[in-house]
């Protein structure tokens, strides 16, 4: 089916161990997001991708890491997760600036 | 650092009334896009301003990018319990293509 997808929806982790979240859009689309949502805060960009290998830091992007070998992937990994990075993550994906993002579902993540 | 200030944070009205919610920044974006968000899904677009001054309709919402385009702001004419959701603009850097959202604002339209 074609669209954005992140996986997994729900996670549980324990302080300090590394997690990943994926991502996979269909669309081939160049640009790729990836923000974390958490309550007063909307939406905070924490890595983006204007193109394969090509990534840059957003508000937010101490404690993780991404990287993007493959124009429809774009994983998000905690190194060491910590409490404060409990929180909602969502991927995201445009064609070109300035058109519209669509959004995958949310990964649920939570550590403790 | 460019950054979006979004308000209000909460909306609580009656059915039938109107609203505006803001957004405003000190940069300058190429465009502002405005986004719902119901609970448990990610946010959809709702439209892209990109001239300033623009002024855009969709059905009962009438969104304006303001003329120095670094603010913005959502009217929604006799507010309905299914307008109820989380509002967000979002601002696009013109040289890096950085999508950045606003705080939000929870609207809440009681029957």
């Known amino acids: 089916d074609a669209g954005i997808t992140q996986s997994p929806r729900y996670k549980i982790t324990e302080t300090g161990r590394q997690v990943t979240l994926m991502c996979h859009q269909t669309w081939s689309h160049s640009y790729m997001f990836w923000y974390r949502q958490d309550l007063g805060h909307g939406l905070r960009l924490i890595y983006y991708s204007a193109a394969a290998d090509i990534t840059d830091k957003g508000e937010v992007p101490d404690g993780y890491v991404v990287s993007r070998s493959k124009t429809e992937n774009f994983p998000l990994t905690l190194e060491s997760a910590t409490r404060s990075q409990t929180s909602v993550y969502f991927c995201?994906?445009?064609?070109?600036?300035?058109?519209?993002?669509?959004f995958g579902q949310g990964t649920r993540l939570t550590v403790v | 650092t460019q950054l979006l200030e979004q308000s209000p944070q909460f909306l609580s009205i009656q059915e039938g009334e109107n609203l505006t919610v803001y957004c405003n920044s000190s940069?300058?974006?190429?465009?502002l896009q405005w986004y719902r968000q119901e609970p448990g899904e990610g946010p959809v677009l709702l439209v892209t301003v990109v001239t300033g001054g623009e002024v855009k309709k969709l059905k009962r919402l009438t969104f304006q990018f303001g003329d120095a385009r670094k603010d913005s702001s959502l009217h929604i004419t006799a507010a309905q319990p299914g307008d109820t959701g989380l509002y967000l603009c979002a601002g696009i850097s013109s040289n890096t293509g950085k999508l950045i959202f606003g705080q939000g604002t929870t609207l809440q339209v009681k029957p």
């Open positions: 995201a994906s445009s064609s070109r600036r300035s058109t519209e993002a669509f």
């Open positions: 940069s300058v974006f190429s465009s």
